[in-house]
């Protein structure tokens, strides 16, 4: 056992130095690093899952919400819904007040996340568009440095629209190219009793669709090898994504609401709710302690939702206000955040690549440059007084410049018009400042126009070696319309809810 752990992170190391064509400094790492796990193994015999778990090598799980608004959690005091599960995750871990989606629908933040550059940069303008094959990811970096990982759940990148059906093992753009070596995935949103694909293999599941992938995900992480091998898990849920489908007992405290409201809220009971069995299932697995566990959402909450999705911040989903960006988060992991606390930091799906990036020690090369987060590891240990790099926005026409205090937005960046607001003294963005304001104004307008035009140099693909975008990629398509699916749609008729 112990032998066998020795060659397989060797293994892993020389796979990763190798990766990155050979650098001195990666060498020595790689050596220094080997002889440090014999010694450590003779020291400790690594006798648990937790011990055998090195700090600078944590377990990752990352977990999204389908439009979970930025109020829809008990700890912001909301009126109706209750959370315990991130309630208590919040209490003992980092909540992050201040924390942006990187975009306002969902595959491009997903596209934000896997890797840490604004979505347009790899062209994931809105939803249902494929993020290319030339982009480096998260999954890949920790891939090349010896983790295991696994995705469960809503994809959304690979360039389908339409609700959420299996992806086929012969997709060009399933989690798989991309840096995931077990998926358990859909196309796009999914709900009650689905239909999955394991690798290309549909299975059927009954109940909840949150508590079925954390199950999953759950009994992934159990079947692997107690050796020591980092595990990199996403879990990507389909809820509360319309349509809305709750049970009698998840919808009980909301008898006040109408239909479509108790079953939103619902939705969010159970993905709660499957919150706690996945907290519970780290700590049965004696794994808790050195697992980093991250929750957040892809988008602002949802309009004509009641009681309000967004805790007051204006805009909803799909707008460039508050309401469309700012998202609840929280990071959970006891072996690396001593003090739970809550923060105000300005925050965003960018930084998850950079700062996991920092944890674990890889180099700048696994990364896609130019980089749009940073790392938030500083964060881990102290509140931060200001961010030193602002966080951009861009999708569809629109965009927005947040650095600390002020925000710069346009809902048509073609029109020339932004707006400015103070966010410290007015979050909820009720008084445009750009006429009394002029000259901070003008410096963001700046700053964001000298930022864009980077990213049409990224959608040109000059950021890739080839120096352009390879052939290939897929445009945004209905599912239905594929011929891939043609064989199948009989199949997926009584299956599929519409959008």
Known sequence: MLLDLVTRSITSEIKFFKRFQGSA?????????????????????????????????????????????WGQTGYRGHPVLKTPNLDAMAAKGLRLDRFYAGAATCSPTRATVLTGRSNDRANVRDHGYALRLQEKTLATALQSAG???????????????????????????????????????????????????????????????????????????????????????????????????????DIADFASLKPTDRDHHGELVAMDRSIGTLRKGLDDLQLADNTLLWFCSDNGGLPKIMPSTTGGLRGNKGTIYEGGLRVPAIVQWPGGIKAPRVSNYPSCTMDIFPTIAEIVGLPDAVMQQPQDGRSLLPLFSEELAARDKPIPFRQQGRGAWTDNQYKLLTTDYTKGQFELYDLLSDPAETKNLAASHPDIAKQMRGRWTAWNETVEQSIAGEDYPEGKVNDGEPQPRQWADDAAYAPYLKRLESQVAPE
């Open 25 to 69: 400094s990666i060498m020595w790492h790689v050596l220094i690093k080997s002889v440090s796990l014999v010694a450590v193994i003779g020291l400790t015999g690594f006798q648990t899952r937790a011990t055998a778990q090195s700090v600078d090598h944590p377990h990752i799980i990352l977990v999204m919400a389908d439009d979970m608004g």
């Open 147 to 249: 983790y295991m990982t696994a995705h469960f759940g809503k994809w959304h990148l690979n360039g389908y629209r339409g609700p959420g059906v299996p992806i086929l093992d012969t997709d060009t753009h399933h989690p798989g190219h991309f840096g995931f070596t077990h998926w358990l995935s859909v196309t796009n949103f999914f709900d009650r009793d689905p239909w999955l694909s394991r690798m290309g293999r549909w299975e059927s599941f009954r109940g909840d669709s949150s508590e079925i992938i954390v199950d999953q995900a759950i009994e992934f992480i159990k079947q692997q090898p107690t050796g020591g091998q980092p595990l990199f898990v996403v879990i990507w849920y389909g809820s509360p994504h319309s349509p809305f489908d709750a049970t009698a007992d």
